[in-house]
């Protein structure tokens, strides 16, 4: 319980302290790309705030390709500074420009090439700061950002959760307890369904926000940018989809005989009322705080279906629960681990269910990043 209330902790301000290296390291690039623009031309003495021009001859070029198109490492020999070495990254017209015998000129800048002037083009190196400033900062404000808002949704949860306990102690909840209706099996009994709330319909806005943000580099790129549409509106889709069909179908329902719960593909399973041993209360930490889980549990001592996620009014899961005389046990407030729920309620986790979904995430994972770090267009 101490572990998992310290890890609800430990994620923001990990993320929180990734997105404030990504931004040092942003300030960092940004202070010397400045500085490389505003440097003049040396007139006598070299300093670190200005640069030196040189005359010479390519007399070697060996080509190399990155993720981000080719690379050229270059010799250029010079009649006041010698033999200059450097690793330009010229562009698809430029390329062909970047020849052993042509003539350049050179900018060297705090002992470093920084650009290579070849027929008239401008070719930068590897060291030129303006060239390879990244866009880190805006990694830097999304990771900040996470870890705000998941500190943020920590304290909301608690405070919460403390107004929630000091309602139920006046004993208002049972003034939201499910009415009597007519249920999908021709009985009448009580239904809960899940509902749409601030919290839950926030938190698929920002993951929707943070995948656009994500790969929104690839996507202003011309030669990723199909792959990054794809990808995302795949996910986005998929993801409406799923959340169209849980708030549409899903539900659990009992009468004087059975209780039952409706998948979000309209799948039923049902239980007798005289089988069901209890319905085991519980709650898991995760990274944005806890989430409640209701397990009923089967004749066997087992997990017969269960109601988990923040969609659900657990007040009125309780209350229907009491309406037909299921036990319930344990606590809200206590605290499982993620690999513990089997110690719980045995076959509350199925592993091989489990290792399905992780291939699938594994799969996203690696077709995003090869979205990512696949070949860019300069």
Known sequence: ?????????????????????????????????DAYRRASQCAGTVTSSCYEIFTGVISSVQVSQSRSGERDDVVIKTGTAGDLTATLEPSDSAAPHVRTGANVTVKRYRGQVTLVTVDGIGVASTANPAATQSDSSRYGWLFTGIGVVSAGYVFYSRRRRSRREAWAETGAIATGAPQQGILPTGTLGWSVSPKPSFSSL?????????????????????????????????????????????????????????????????????????????????????????????????????????????????????????????????????????????????????????????????????????????????
């Open 1 to 33: 319980m101490r572990t998992a209330r310290v890890f609800i902790w430990v994620y923001p301000l990990l993320v929180l302290a990734i997105g404030l290296g990504f931004l040092i390291w942003s300030y960092f690039q940004a202070a010397d790309a």
């Open 202 to 378: 926030g938190r698929y806005a920002f993951g929707v926000v943070g995948l656009v943000f994500l790969t929104l580099r690839a996507l202003l790129d011309p030669a990723r940018a199909t792959g990054a549409l794809a990808l995302d509106g795949t996910v986005v889709v998929l993801a409406v989809a799923a959340l169209l069909l849980f708030y549409r179908n899903a539900r659990v329902f009992a009468d004087r005989e059975q209780v039952a719960k409706v998948s979000l593909f309209g799948r039923t399973k049902s239980l007798a009322l005289h089988d069901v041993r209890s319905a085991e209360r519980f709650s898991v930490a995760n990274r944005y705080g806890t989430v409640k889980h209701l397990v009923f549990v089967g004749p066997d001592g087992r997990k017969a279906f269960e109601v988990a996620g923040v969609a659900w009014d657990f007040d009125r899961l309780d209350t229907l629960c009491r309406e037909v005389g299921i036990q319930l046990g344990g606590s809200y407030d206590d605290l499982i681990g993620a690999f513990k729920l089997n110690s719980r309620v045995p076959g509350t986790i199925s592993w091989g269910q489990q290792l399905l979904w992780g291939g699938a995430l594994i799969v996203v994972i690696i077709v995003l990043v090869i979205l990512l770090i696949g070949p860019t267009q300069r």
